[in-house]
């Protein structure tokens, strides 16, 4: 049974309030996904990695700071370790 859009909304808005309070916390953000549910946090992190493949154009695509082609989690350890900060 599906929520009805108000309560998906209201559901949404402490989702996008929790990650905000959390990200806020931190010196520097960086938040990974590859879906329409991690695009707020996404585009609230201080650095967004969304991970695709290269067909699908998604809302993590969009929101991200940087968008890793091949959808490998493995990317970003790579990326971070070859990046100074």
């Known amino acids: 049974m599906h929520d009805a859009p ?21 010196v520097c953000s960086l938040q990974v996904g590859d879906g329409i549910n991690d695009a707020p946090s996404l585009a609230l992190a201080d650095v967004g990695i969304a991970l695709r493949t290269e067909a699908q154009e998604t809302a993590a695509s969009d929101a991200a700071s940087i968008v890793l082609l091949g959808n490998r989690l493995s990317q970003v350890s790579f990326c971070l370790m070859r990046t100074s900060f």
């Open 6 to 26: 108000e309560i998906r909304w209201i559901k949404f808005l402490e989702y996008v309030r929790n990650i905000s309070t959390i990200l806020l916390s931190f």
